[in-house]
């Protein structure tokens, strides 16, 4: 798939099909997300990818959010310690920064694999670090479903139009 269709297609999907994604489909996602650009290639992200049952059940329980919303055979959570990025001239951390744009590649790529995915920001992170036994330096930025949406083909979200956000040489 051409980037600019996958990023065309690219929607989050709050049902799934029970069927794994496969292996090398995973794999694939997870190599983009490695190549993903960080601050002085530090390179501090981690992810944890959640296949069995048990534990499936375990991440969307601590997600806590509405409980029709996402059945999915597995889940990729995303961690990074504040500690494993820079910080930029105004005193501020740049972790948060590093791992948008690792998980969104992650995002992207699977989204180019024909699988779905939702980023899920909003969870309860005592209790997903509790689960999946993250250590404490670590902080849960970002979790998602993957799979095989159920509602493949649907109304792509609004947005703002370019000439509300593009700004040509001043504010
Ligand atoms: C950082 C971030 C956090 C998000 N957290 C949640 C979430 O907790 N629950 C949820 O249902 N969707 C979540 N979303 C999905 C957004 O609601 C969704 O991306 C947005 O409405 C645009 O829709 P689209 O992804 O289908 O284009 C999140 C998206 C991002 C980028």
Same mark, same amino acid.
């Given at each position: 798939m051409d980037f600019y269709e996958v990023v065309r297609n690219r929607r989050s999907f709050r049902t799934y099909q029970p069927e794994m994604p496969e292996k090398e489909k995973i794999e694939r996602i997870l190599e983009a997300a490695r190549l993903a650009p960080t601050w002085a290639n530090l390179q501090g992200v981690h992810y944890i990818v959640v296949q069995a049952p048990e534990n499936v059940k375990a991440v969307w329980n601590a997600?806590?959010?509405? @409980? +029709?919303f996402i059945e999915t055979p597995m889940f990729i959570v995303g961690v990074i310690s504040p500690n494993g990025s820079g910080t930029n001239k105004s005193g501020e951390k740049y972790y948060a920064v590093d791992f948008g744009i690792c998980f969104e590649h992650l995002i992207l790529a699977a989204a180019a694999e024909g699988l779905a995915t939702c980023w899920i920001g909003y969870f309860n992170e005592e209790k997903v670090k509790k689960v999946l036994n993250i @250590? +404490?330096?670590?902080?849960?930025?970002g979790i998602t479903p993957l799979g095989y949406p159920i509602k493949p083909k649907g109304q792509v979200k609004e947005r703002k139009s370019i000439e509300k956000i593009v700004h040509y040489e001043q504010f």
């Open positions: 997600i806590e959010q509405d @409980p +029709k @250590p +404490k330096k670590y902080k849960v930025m």
